[in-house]
């Protein structure tokens, strides 16, 4: 009996109260989201201008859950978007400004430690100066495929751009650079 009082409790009174409790978090959840999505766009002017129309759109989207499921929307084509809002502001990823403002600072982490490797690398190695694991770098690695610094060459990866290169080891202090290279060449 008292498993039939708890079960019942559960389906009739706690469970339509979750439901309800999620439903009313919904839309609060999404206007985070969509306004989160828009300050990684990574142009000022683009993310005020998308955060007011995104908004916006939410508030026409019927229903609670379709809010949310919009907004998931938005941040799944962020990366898209970001691509699309760089090659229109004419900021080639053939430049430093490029790079930076299309990029998150862990890609630009994992860039000047491929940096230290050179123009062609392996990335084993890169997980080894960044004393990771291969498949912690992927995200960072795939980010800079898309972007085109990064191309699948032989079995690593190579910098498209050499002076993208250039100017991420150049960011690296001279005593780093060194212990780093010495650091690798004695782990392999």
């Known amino acids: 009996m008292n498993g039939d009082v708890l ?13 309800t409790e999620f439903g009313d978090w919904c839309p609060w959840l999404a206007a985070r989201l969509v306004r989160w999505a828009a ?22 989207v019927p229903g609670k859950l379709a809010r ?3 907004a998931f929307g938005y941040l799944a084509n962020l990366p898209r978007m970001r691509l699309s809002i760089r090659h229109r502001s004419g900021t080639p990823m053939t430049t430093w400004a490029g790079l930076t403002a299309a990029t998150t ?4 982490e994992v860039l000047r430690a491929a940096a230290l ?22 995200p960072a690695i795939n980010e800079a495929r898309a972007i085109g610094v990064l191309a699948e060459s032989g079995n690593g990866l190579v910098f498209r751009h050499p002076p993208i ?7 690296i202090p001279a005593p780093v650079r060194t212990a780093t290279r010495w650091g690798t060449i004695l782990t392999r």
């Open 165 to 171: 290169r250039a100017a991420l080891y150049d960011e």
């Open 117 to 138: 490797l050179g123009v062609e690398f392996a990335v084993p190695d890169l997980a080894t100066v960044l004393n990771r694991r291969v498949a912690d770098l992927l």
């Open 68 to 70: 949310l499921a919009a």
């Open 7 to 19: 079960l019942f409790l559960a389906t009739a009174v706690v469970l339509p109260l979750l439901v």
């Open 105 to 108: 600072a862990p890609v630009r």
């Open 39 to 60: 300050r990684h766009l990574g142009d000022p002017a683009s993310c005020e201008r998308y955060q007011e129309e995104w908004i916006a759109n939410l508030n026409e």
